[in-house]
């Protein structure tokens, strides 16, 4: 998992920033895993991970009904042009769906191949709303 992770900072333009940091990874993990409200999917191919979908659900601070927020979503790119992105969507999305949410929330914020995943997340009916900006601090 750790190998996937940066991987995926890597990969990114815009979190690139940040030192990895392998303790507040497994950290994380550990929380997610104990929350009876996260969802964590794994994909792996001959025994090697490529890829995965962390996702919550969670009351917005103005009110008490249930959405689903994904805070990763994550296919190698050896593995994109196959179903896997698509297979861990349509978990969380039917995972969601099950826990009775109002909104399901899919940010794509890593910058990258966003016409692909503009189409795939069409195709599950998502729409998009707003923009991200960044801006580097210190």
Do not use: C
């Not at 998992?1 to 890597?10: D, E, S």
């Not at 994909?43 to 090697?48: H, I, K, T």
């Not at 103005?62 to 994904?70: G, H, L, N």
């Amino acid at each position: 998992v750790i190998g996937i992770a940066r991987q995926m900072i890597t990969e990114t333009k815009v979190y690139d920033v940040f030192t990895l940091d392998e303790t507040k990874i497994e950290r994380m993990f550990y929380h997610w895993i104990e929350n009876p409200d996260a969802l964590i999917l794994i994909l792996e191919s001959d025994g090697v991970v490529i890829g995965g979908f962390i996702g919550e659900i969670f009351t917005p601070f103005y009110s008490d009904e249930k959405m689903a927020v994904d805070h990763i979503w994550y296919v190698h790119p050896d593995h994109r042009k196959s179903s896997a992105g698509m297979s861990l969507m349509k978990m969380y999305r039917d995972w969601a769906k099950l826990n009775g949410v109002k909104l399901i929330n899919a940010a794509v914020t890593f910058g990258y191949e966003k016409e692909s995943i503009d189409i795939v997340l069409n195709r599950f009916g998502f729409k998009h709303i707003g923009y991200q900006y960044v801006m580097k601090g210190e």
